[in-house]
């Protein structure tokens, strides 16, 4: 279990993130991060994922510029807990840049869609 969760995404990483054209206004949601104390339970996960879409904005290539680095501060128990990860954003691209990702969402979508209008026309023939 985490409590007083305090992570830090480093600023250089933060102003590459404002100098993109589709994730600018992220960058200030992850610095607000800092000033926020969270409570974590065991086995949970804090997520939160960057979309880069490959449309030729150069987007991936700013966050490049800087590794991202983040620093997590947290206790459990009495004892207090400090770590550090880097990230350099060069070469992962396969993990934070996938072409087919915007189609694969709107394609669950239309799905959930289609399932919806079904259930609805059972609906209103019972």
């Not at 404002?18 to 804090?46: C, G, H, M, W």
């Not at 997590?72 to 880097?86: A, D, H, P, T």
């Given at each position: 279990?985490?409590?007083?969760?305090v992570?830090?995404?480093?600023?250089?990483?933060?102003?590459?993130?404002?100098?993109?054209?589709?994730?600018?206004?992220?960058?200030?949601?992850?610095?607000?991060?800092?000033?926020?104390?969270?409570?974590?339970?065991?086995?949970?996960?804090?997520?939160?994922?960057?979309?880069?879409?490959?449309?030729?904005?150069?987007?991936?290539?700013?966050?490049?510029e800087?590794?991202?680095?983040?620093n997590?501060?947290?206790?459990?128990?009495?004892?207090?807990?400090?770590?550090?990860?880097?990230?350099?954003?060069?070469?992962?691209n396969?993990?934070?840049?996938?072409?087919?990702?915007v189609?694969?969402?709107?394609?669950?979508?239309?799905?959930?869609?289609?399932?919806?209008?079904?259930?609805?026309?059972i609906?209103?023939?019972?």
């Amino acid at each position: 279990m985490a409590e007083k969760l305090v992570i830090n995404v480093s600023s250089e990483w933060l102003e590459c993130l404002r100098n993109t054209q589709k994730n600018s206004n992220v960058a200030d949601t992850l610095e607000k991060l800092k000033d926020i104390e969270i409570f974590l339970p065991a086995d949970d996960k804090y997520m939160y994922s960057i979309c880069v879409p490959a449309d030729g904005t150069g987007d991936y290539m700013k966050l490049c510029e800087k590794p991202l680095i983040i620093n997590v501060q947290y206790y459990s128990g009495e004892k207090m807990y400090k770590e550090r990860f880097e990230l350099p954003m060069k070469g992962i691209n396969c993990l934070i840049n996938t072409s087919n990702y915007v189609r694969m969402e709107q394609k669950k979508r239309d799905s959930l869609d289609e399932i919806g209008k079904q259930l609805e026309k059972i609906a209103s023939e019972t």
